[in-house]
């Protein structure tokens, strides 16, 4: 029959020095993988886009813009663009 006490580990004892053949994890990043774009989408910060397809901003549709920043948590940019002679920013996908 099978003894049911835990069996312990057995651990080497080293001389404290580090160890060539041992191997060892990288350590972990922090910061987030980064987003796989959307097929045939490239985009940067800087880039001129055209703005087209919103629905709820259908004002700004056919207006030219630059991207200032992202893509945030959400996967949108920022889009700085120029609508009646004043700067707005949208988040725009």
């Not at 703005?51 to 901003?57: R, S, T, V």
Request: proline share 10%; hydrophobic share 25%; glycine share 10%.
């Amino acid at each position: 029959s099978a003894s049911s006490k835990p069996q312990k580990k057995k651990f080497r004892q080293t001389s404290g020095l580090w160890d060539s053949t041992r191997k060892v994890e990288p350590p972990k990043s922090n910061t987030p993988p980064p987003r796989k774009p959307k097929p045939g989408l490239v985009v940067d910060i800087g880039k001129k886009v055209d703005i087209h397809g919103l629905k709820g901003a259908a004002q700004y549709n056919g207006l030219e813009g630059r991207i200032t920043n992202g893509p945030n948590e959400k996967g949108r940019w920022l889009v700085q663009l120029i609508y009646q002679g004043n700067m707005k920013e949208l988040a725009l996908q």
